[in-house]
């Protein structure tokens, strides 16, 4: 389900999920298939560790990362839920296909690191 709220997405993102709502900043990103694919892959992820331990190993996982990296940015993109999420997000049929847990191929991997 697809709400709509430029005060509930937080600044400097389009869209967040939580089950089983998608919150977009705008209308116009309804017809933004590749981010609507990243918000699902996060859909799928919470399903997966039953929302509450998604939550839990995303905090955890970002304050490591804050940890590692000493900024913000960077230790977001390098959280392993979301190195899946934007890794896939232009592979449309990505759901179809994805194996149960698949995130946890990118907890270790390093594929973003700390460009910007």
Known sequence: MIIISK??????????????????????LKADFVLLNHENI???QQIEMLLIFFYLLYIIEFLIRFTQYKNWHIAYRNISFEREAYANET?????????FWSF???LRSNEFQSRT
């Open 104 to 106: 946890l191929k990118y």
């Open 91 to 99: 592979h449309l049929d990505y759901l179809k296909q994805r194996k």
């Open 42 to 44: 996060h859909l799928r």
């Open 7 to 28: 005060y509930l997405v937080p600044k400097g993102y389009l869209g967040f999920v939580c089950y089983p709502f998608v919150f977009l900043k705008s209308k116009e």
